[in-house]
């Protein structure tokens, strides 16, 4: 009975594991029986499984977000992978099942990269705009060590957008060496705070899987949530109004463009640097996605971010372990 990752599934292959439900449909057969149509995940992905004649015992036992232990085969329909199940229970605390195993998450650990990440903070050296940013990553630290950076685009991994903003943070510090007109504790203070309000935006569980956006989330987006925190904060700390205008403007126009959410395109250097480092690492990441696990020598699907442009992975690339 194999224990593999859904990436390294085979069609006629005899599957055990612990799974998470991402999605679930109770439903009723030709011939009148009930069974699942459902959606399960580890951390290599996910596959459309299927529970047929479910025995009246497990009928509503099941709901998208638990943690399950599966038996079943893994079958071919339509040119696609799927898994036939033949037994299921949910998970119990002496299985002692690590989230890691049921969810992409950041390839770091989350507690190295939010100590990394005061370790930026500490380096901001105006005190009040330290002040402000340790003030607002205190208030989120615990969200902000497990969220996703997004629902379905890039870094939509638990830690996700930790993991983002510190790809961005090192990259930064690099560009600040070599550009001696740069603010870097402005330019620390926007990448650190660019997305924050991603966190009120989106409604996510401890598996960094988010569920759906809130209210205001919808109504007013994260770049106007971010500036309104940022702009109340700073008035209660008694930062100076330009540098807290200063840092709202990088926040505003990180999108850069109208259609994206950006009403104005960046009036400071550290605001051009700031978008072009969300894009740079965004891109990056959804080109490496697209390449992980396909064959050396060939191309990727279309890649939404970057209009839909197929990678290529050379043909002397050498797969990842996982």
């Known amino acids: 009975m194999s224990e593999k990752t859904i990436r390294n599934f085979e069609a006629g292959e005899e599957i055990q594991g612990f799974f998470l ?35 009246e ?30 037994k299921m229970r949910l998970s119990e605390p002496a299985d002692e099942v690590k989230v890691e195993m049921l969810v992409q998450s950041a390839p770091e650990s989350s507690a190295a990269m939010m100590q990394e990440l005061w370790g930026y903070i500490a380096e901001i050296e105006k005190e009040k705009l330290r002040e402000l940013v340790e003030r607002i990553i205190g208030l989120y630290a615990d969200k902000f060590e497990i969220y996703p950076a997004a629902k379905k685009h890039h870094h939509s991994i638990r830690s996700g957008l930790l993991y983002h903003v510190l790809r961005m943070l090192r990259s930064a510090k690099v ?23 991603k966190i009120n935006e989106m409604e996510a569980d401890e598996l960094g899987i988010v569920s759906s956006y809130s209210f205001e989330g919808q109504v007013l987006g994260h770049i106007i949530m971010g500036i309104k925190t940022i702009d109340n904060l700073a008035e209660e700390i008694g930062l ?12 505003l126009t990180h999108h850069y463009e109208p259609e994206y959410g ?11 640097l700031l978008h072009y ?16 696990g396909i064959a050396p020598g060939t191309f990727s699907d279309g890649v939404q971010s970057i209009d839909y442009r197929r990678v290529y992975k050379p043909s002397y690339a050498i797969e990842e372990e996982e």
């Not at 991402?22 to 459902?38: A, E, H, V």
């Not at 870097?184 to 990448?191: E, H, N, P, S």
């Not at 950006?262 to 051009?272: D, F, M, R």
């Open 262 to 272: 950006s009403p104005k395109k960046p009036s400071i250097p550290e605001g051009e």
């Open 175 to 197: 560009l600040c060496g070599i550009y001696g007109n740069l603010d870097k504790d402005l330019l620390y203070a926007g990448v650190i705070l660019h997305d924050i309000e």
């Open 21 to 55: 439900i991402r999605s679930l449909n109770l439903k009723t057969s030709t011939n009148n029986k009930k069974y699942l149509d459902f959606t399960i995940s580890d951390s290599s992905g996910e596959i459309n499984s299927k529970y047929w004649d479910l025995p």
């Open 240 to 251: 100076e109004r330009e540098i807290s205008l200063l840092l709202q403007h990088l926040i």
């Open 57 to 86: 015992d497990l009928v509503g036992m099941f709901k998208a977000g638990d943690v399950v232990k599966i038996r079943g085969t893994v079958t071919s329909w339509q040119s696609s992978l799927q898994m036939k199940v033949t």
């Open 277 to 292: 480092l969300d894009m740079i690492d965004a891109r990056m990441y959804d080109m490496a996605k697209a390449v992980d």
